[in-house]
């Protein structure tokens, strides 16, 4: 079992940056692949970035990429998402997911899921 917690998330105006951290816990943390998903209000959950635990990671869309960056802590088992120059349409709520083995982008192939943390951001 693996429980994820977000934090970091809030609001900040366009230009500014955001950092979430994902605490994990759970006995199959150390093989899991980690990743952050987005789903803006009426939109579908879109897949930003993962990490697997040796550090190899998985880009996301194309609207994120070189904004976003992903990170992993393995000693502290936390997982983090910095996030620059964010815009108006980042407005969403965020969240951390785990893959038990494996690192992947498809939504369907992770199995434990956070509550999400909310980022607004104002024009």
């Known amino acids: 079992q693996v429980q994820l917690v977000e934090s970091g998330g809030g609001l900040v105006q366009a230009g500014g940056s955001l950092r979430l951290s994902c605490a994990a816990s759970g006995r199959t943390v150390s093989r899991s692949g980690m990743a952050w998903f987005r789903q803006a209000p009426g939109k579908e959950r879109e897949f930003l970035a993962a990490?697997?635990?040796?550090?190899?990671?998985?880009s996301g869309a194309d609207s994120v990429k070189g904004r976003f960056t992903i990170s992993r802590d393995n000693a502290a088992n936390t997982v983090y998402l910095q996030m620059n120059s964010l815009k108006p349409e980042d407005t969403a709520v965020y969240y951390c997911?785990?893959?038990?083995?494996?690192?992947?982008?498809?939504?369907?192939?992770?199995?434990?899921w956070g509550q999400g943390t909310q980022v607004t951001v104002s024009s």
């Open positions: 997911a785990a893959a038990i083995g494996r690192v992947t982008e498809r939504i369907g192939e992770y199995d434990y």
């Open positions: 990490i697997s635990w040796g550090g190899v990671r998985k």
